[in-house]
């Protein structure tokens, strides 16, 4: 893993590094915490709120699911559009879809992701 998060810095020197960390392993403030790479990769991140999306979908769901109410009216959608197969339903959820996808383009940033997972225990004997 680590020859793989290598060759990913080396080869894009202008792309910020993230540790992208399983909220499993870091849930004690008291100490440090121990994890393990478990992939690396090329991605997009964004944050809505509080949380951060390595997933382009998932951060227009949560940036819809934070401002619906301004959305809905803005561009005069209701939820029953999702179901409508009518003209002016599909219209105006890929009017919405392109707005979100601008919104995505504009708040996500590149980035090489590096997962960390729950830590390998196996590598270390334990002091008894």
Not at 56 to 69: L, T, V
Not at 91 to 118: G, P, Q, S
């Amino acid at each position: 893993m680590t020859q793989k998060i290598a060759k990913l810095i080396i080869e894009n020197p202008d792309l910020p590094v993230i540790a992208m960390v399983d909220g499993e392993i870091c849930e004690d403030d008291s100490h440090m915490w121990l994890g393990s790479f478990s992939n690396a990769l090329i991605t997009e991140v964004g944050l809505v709120g509080e949380r951060y999306y390595d997933d382009r979908d998932d951060f227009k769901d949560a940036y819809y699911d934070k401002h619906m109410e301004e959305l809905d009216k803005r561009f005069n959608y209701r939820l029953d559009m999702l179901l409508a197969d009518d003209e002016e339903s599909k219209a105006t959820a890929a009017k919405l879809d392109a707005y979100l996808n601008e919104v995505a383009d504009t708040y996500m940033i590149k980035a090489i992701a590096v997962y960390v997972r729950e830590p390998n225990m196996s590598i270390f004997k334990e002091a008894l």
